[in-house]
């Protein structure tokens, strides 16, 4: 509930809990070595799954890549590897192993172009689920939609063909130093055009 109190002349909201978990949100790159228990990540995407969707099933397919799982993830990257730069082929495998969890995310495809762009939504929508409520537990979350992991060779090699990548979540927990601080935001009157 938002309670109204008037100081002076100006009333004062009190933001919902909700309101604070989204606009307190950050994207953390930098993780500890800490590992995420997979009870608490599958209690994240059960409660993730509860993203809105317009089809008849949910578009969302999640791969979790915990602790040593991470290396399946390597290695199904090998064949975009042995086409990318060695800086490259560095900079994707330390951000793989710098985080504690990786989630391939993707959607299922449809045989129209409005189901296909139903199903990004959506994806999009349960995404923005799971990096707020991991932040609600103190772990950070990078999402991350890079070209090497769009690779149809690694999508066969985790199951994930026919299958459109929508983003590659690097998750971990964070010391608070490495919370990175808040982007500046064009007021939402620049981007309104409200019909009264």
């Known amino acids: 509930m ?6 002076g002349e ?11 978990l989204i606009e307190e949100r950050r994207t953390v790159r930098m993780f500890k070595e800490a590992p995420i228990d997979t009870k608490v990540l599958y209690e994240v995407l059960q409660s993730a799954h509860h993203a809105p969707f317009h089809n008849k099933v949910e578009p969302w397919n999640v791969y979790v890549f915990n602790g040593d799982g991470k290396q399946v993830l390597l290695d199904a990257l090998e064949p975009a590897f042995s086409e ?6 560095e900079k994707v495998t330390g951000r793989i192993l710098n985080a504690a969890t990786c989630m391939y995310v993707t959607a299922k495809h449809f ?4 189901g296909n762009r139903d199903a990004l939504l959506a994806t999009a929508t349960f995404i923005q689920n799971v990096q707020l409520l991991l932040s609600e537990r103190e772990i950070g979350m990078v999402w991350r939609t ?3 992991f769009d690779d149809a060779r690694l999508k066969e090699m985790i199951g994930a063909e026919g299958e459109t990548f929508i983003g590659l979540l ?10 990175p601080t808040p982007k500046a935001r064009q007021p939402i009157d620049s981007h309104l055009i409200m019909f009264e």
Request: charged letters at 40%; zero cysteines; aromatic letters at 2%.
């Open 2 to 7: 938002i309670e109204k109190r008037k100081k």
């Open 10 to 20: 100006v009333t004062v909201m009190t933001k919902t809990a909700a309101q604070k």
């Open 84 to 89: 990318a730069s060695e800086g490259q082929r």
């Open 111 to 114: 045989e129209t172009d409005k």
């Open 146 to 148: 890079g070209g090497l």
């Open 170 to 179: 690097q998750i971990g927990k964070y010391d608070t130093e490495d919370i």
